[in-house]
């Protein structure tokens, strides 16, 4: 089956500028979750979706983060205006498990750099 | 909020050595996974541990979770080159499965 789709991979912006990235989960899967990892540090959750509804965004610096599901499938993450602490790889991930725990799949990640 | 602390933050072997990495949580979990990331790639899910105490093996892996459900480790015997990686324990404790991981531990193996 296909994984998880992300683009763009690589992304430089200087600060303030916006940035958008993009997932596709994999087919059927119910979760989808947004993470932030920061070189040399374990991911960390931004916002996790179920369907198209949002479970957790508890994390999300959301003066300056969005996301979207729409259609309960493809989500985009947007951050506007960067700074340079948002340089890292941002993952997309999917679960076939709606509400429950289970197997996250991971997609290749988009690496943001901010200068 | 929860923390997950792991421990070591780096760890280099000789070939045919063990490994162990530790997982601690500042909460009781529901349960934990294990990832790995190989250097440039992205987290594969190894295995997800529920039941206190639970111990898991896949082949030269042992996976353990403690009684209390707050802690966890992750055993390699005779490690090879292709343990290469960085391992992610990731813990849940929330309603909502939410994953919180750890810092993770880098293995190095020198062949």
């Known amino acids: 089956e296909a994984g998880v789709a992300q683009s763009p991979r690589y992304k430089i912006i200087e600060k303030r500028q916006s940035v958008a990235f993009w997932c596709n989960p994999i087919s059927g899967h119910a979760t989808l979750y947004w993470y932030q990892q920061i070189l040399g540090q374990g991911p960390k959750l931004l916002i996790q979706?179920?369907?198209?509804?949002?479970?957790?965004d508890s994390q999300l610096p959301k003066d300056r983060f969005s996301a979207e599901r729409l259609k309960g499938v493809d989500s985009t993450l947007k951050i506007q205006p960067a700074k340079l602490e948002d340089s890292a790889v941002y993952l997309c991930a999917s679960s076939l498990n709606s509400g429950g725990a289970g197997e996250q799949f991971f997609g290749p990640g988009t690496r943001l750099t901010v200068l | 909020g929860q923390q997950v602390m792991q421990i070591p933050q780096y760890q280099h072997v000789q070939e045919g050595e063990d490994f162990t990495t530790y997982c601690n949580s500042s909460t009781t979990l529901s349960n934990i996974q294990w990832y790995k990331q190989r250097p440039g790639g992205h987290p594969v899910f190894l295995i997800q541990l529920v039941k206190s105490g639970e111990v898991k093996k896949q082949k030269r892996l042992t996976f353990q979770f403690g009684e209390a459900k707050k802690n966890s480790s992750l055993h390699i015997t005779a490690t090879q080159t292709t343990d290469v990686g960085t391992y992610f324990c990731a813990g849940s404790g929330g309603s909502n499965y939410k994953l919180t991981f750890g810092k993770g531990t880098l293995l190095t193996v020198n062949p």
């Open positions: 979706f179920q369907n198209n509804g949002v479970v957790d």
